[in-house]
């Protein structure tokens, strides 16, 4: 399973509290994401468990997000997930399936939709030192799910200093695994053919449709 996919189930519920300074970088970080028509980014997923954090999953992939519209478009090696804000498309490579179903937004849930403004419902946060990554500064925000049954404890978020751009983003679950979600190579795509946002049944030869709605 596409790790991408479970950010989509991380669900939280509550009213945030709010520290003054994490608020400051995690709108600036909002507002660079909500001035974008489109962004693209490559991505890197690792999941690590253990006492000595040992790496047990990485998969590599693309990103192509519409912030304000509710459309995306994920592309690993073993999944695509697309979305044109009303259907979703879930592309089984392995198995040559797609499985079709509503698209479904809500406020309590973090998607690649609300990646960038999640923390503004059910969350208590608050910034840390600045950290590097290499020759980059970075920004800290540790936020916590108010919701006592999340099955995660902590959310880890660095935002590049120059940019107000996501750097990588961490998530702590229950049982000691760690999910690194790391962002790379981000740029802006001032328009978008809305075909990016649909499935193109010819760019799959032989896949069968598994309407679920």
């Known amino acids: 399973m596409s790790l991408w996919f479970m950010l989509l189930c991380v669900a939280v519920e509550g009213y945030s509290q709010t520290d003054a ?12 994401y909500k001035g974008f028509t489109a962004v693209q980014a490559d991505f890197s ?11 047990k999953f990485s998969e590599e992939g ?6 304000t519209t509710g459309k995306y478009h994920i592309t690993t090696g073993s999944q695509d997930l697309i979305s044109d804000g009303k259907t979703t498309w879930t592309v089984l490579k392995d198995i040559k399936e797609v499985q079709v179903t509503d698209a479904d937004y809500t406020s309590s849930s973090i998607s690649p939709v609300n990646l960038f403004s999640f923390y503004t419902k059910g ?14 500064s970075l920004q800290v925000v540790e936020l916590s799910p108010e919701d006592r ?23 702590f679950d229950k ?4 999910y690194t979600y790391v962002i790379k190579n981000t740029k802006s795509v001032p328009s978008v053919t ?4 649909t499935f193109q049944q010819s760019q799959y030869p032989g896949i069968e449709v598994v309407d679920l709605r």
Do not use: C, W
Not at 22 to 30: E, G, Q, Y
Not at 194 to 197: L, N, R, V
């Open 21 to 32: 300074a994490a608020k400051s970088i995690l709108d600036k970080m909002s507002n660079t």
């Open 45 to 55: 997923v690792m999941v690590k468990q253990g006492p000595q954090g040992e790496s």
């Open 62 to 67: 693309t990103v192509l997000i519409a912030p």
């Open 123 to 136: 969350y208590k946060y608050v910034s840390a030192s600045d950290e590097r990554a290499g020759s980059t």
């Open 149 to 171: 049954r999340s099955p995660y404890h902590k959310i880890k978020l660095r935002v590049n200093k120059s940019t107000n751009l996501i750097h990588d983003l961490t998530i």
């Open 175 to 178: 049982n000691g695994a760690r």
């Open 194 to 197: 809305a075909e990016k946002f």
